[in-house]
Every structure is written in structure tokens, then in C-alpha cells.
């Protein structure tokens, strides 16, 4: 097992220091597509945290008490592939009943975050890391918050750049990406003060 690490510091590097967005560039599809809107960033960066937070603890559960035990380790990816779609299809029926606004706006990036690489990567790195289960649901929770922080503060961010001129040659794509990498800048000069290993 891999020494338990200050709960908090876990907790923290995984929002700042090892953004799972900004550090590692996982699940950028649905961030560039979704962070024109404000309120609907809002409800995918949420609804990414829970089926982060959610799947790690079960993927960590199913890998520790079925998947070692049997020897099944080469099965992982498609059984952590199987808990994410099953937790995503939970929350999508959640969505529709409780906001149908949230739900038509989110569209097809909802059920999407089955195959969004930022909640598999979170996984693997758990099982990579060998963390325990308080370190794999802290991990997760905190690398759901740091995503849902990315793209609220993209979203902000676009809003603004779209009230003002910008050239011609960098409308869409290019002022996005070109933020997108101011955005990733500022998340790693925070790296030095604590990492998550």
C-alpha cells in the first residue's frame, strides 16, 4: 500500500497541484465543448465529480475484492469501463427527472462521460498508485472538483472574451485553446508546493 497520505494534501494537490484536466489533459472533449455556457459547465463539472467520486469507490471495491482475488487483472479496464457506464446511466436518469433543462442543454456530453478519459484516468491512477479506498475516494473527489473548477473558470473566461474584440484569425477555437494554455500554466506553477504521487 502506498504510505497514507495527509487526507487534506491529497485532497488539495488533486483540485491545484495535479489537476487532472490541466496536469494531465484529461477529459478535454467535453471541456472545450461544454464551457461556452456558464450554467451548463456548472451541471457537467458537478455531474463529472459525483461519477468520479462515486465510480472510484466502487472500481476500488470490485478491484480489491473481485478482481485480485480471482486474478483477473487483465479484465480491469473493461470492468472499470462497466462500473462508469452503469454509475453514468444512474445520474443520467437523475438528470432528466430533476432538471429537464440541465439534462437538453448537457445534451450528448451526458452520456458521454462514460468514455470521458479524465474519470478512467482518475481510476488507474488509483489502482496505479495502489492507494487505499479513503486515498482513491479523496483522489477522485478532488480531481472531480479540479475539472468542475477548469471549466467553470474557462466557461467565465469565454463568457468575457466573447463581450470583447478579439482578432479575426483567433475567434473560437484559437483564443480557446490559447486560454486553455494560459489556464494550464497557471494550474502547474502551483506543482512545487505539493504533488500527488
Same mark, same amino acid.
Given at each position: 500500500?502506498t ?8 485532497f ?5 497541484t495535479?489537476?487532472? !484536466?490541466?496536469?494531465n ?5 467535453s ?10 459547465s456548472?451541471g457537467?463539472? !458537478? *455531474?463529472?465529480?459525483?461519477v ?8 476500488w471495491?470490485?478491484l480489491?475484492f ?11 479496464f473493461?470492468v ?9 446511466q444512474i ?8 432538471s429537464p433543462?440541465?439534462?437538453m ?5 451526458l ?19 495502489n492507494?487505499?479506498?479513503i486515498?482513491?475516494v479523496?483522489f ?8 468542475w !473548477?477548469a471549466i467553470?473558470l ?11 474584440p ?7 477555437a484559437?483564443i480557446?485553446?490559447i486560454?486553455?494554455?494560459?489556464? *494550464? ?9 505539493i504533488a500527488?504521487?
Amino acid at each position: 500500500m502506498t504510505p497514507l497520505i495527509n487526507p487534506a494534501i491529497l485532497f488539495f494537490a488533486s483540485i491545484f497541484t495535479s489537476n487532472i !484536466l490541466l496536469s494531465n489533459f484529461l477529459g478535454m472533449c467535453s471541456f472545450i465543448s461544454i464551457s461556452k455556457d456558464w450554467k451548463s459547465s456548472f451541471g457537467l463539472g !458537478l *455531474a463529472v465529480t459525483f461519477v468520479l467520486t462515486i465510480t472510484a469507490a466502487v472500481s476500488w471495491v470490485v478491484l480489491h475484492f473481485v478482481i485480485a482475488p480471482l486474478g483477473l487483472e487483465y479484465l480491469s479496464f473493461i470492468v472499470f469501463i462497466i462500473v462508469i457506464a452503469a454509475v453514468v446511466q444512474i445520474l443520467e436518469m437523475i438528470i432528466d427527472r430533476a432538471s429537464p433543462a440541465l439534462y437538453m442543454s448537457l445534451g450528448i456530453f451526458l452520456p458521454l462521460i462514460t468514455v470521458n478519459c479524465a474519470i478512467l484516468g482518475a481510476i488507474l491512477f488509483m489502482q496505479i498508485r495502489n492507494y487505499n479506498f479513503i486515498q482513491s475516494v479523496l483522489f477522485a473527489a478532488g480531481s472531480g472538483i479540479g475539472w468542475w !473548477l477548469a471549466i467553470l473558470l474557462l466557461a467565465a473566461i469565454r463568457e468575457r472574451i466573447d463581450k470583447n474584440p478579439v482578432p479575426a484569425g483567433l475567434k473560437g477555437a484559437g483564443i480557446t485553446l490559447i486560454t486553455i494554455g494560459f489556464m *494550464a500554466m497557471a494550474f502547474i506553477g502551483f506543482s512545487g508546493m505539493i504533488a500527488v504521487q
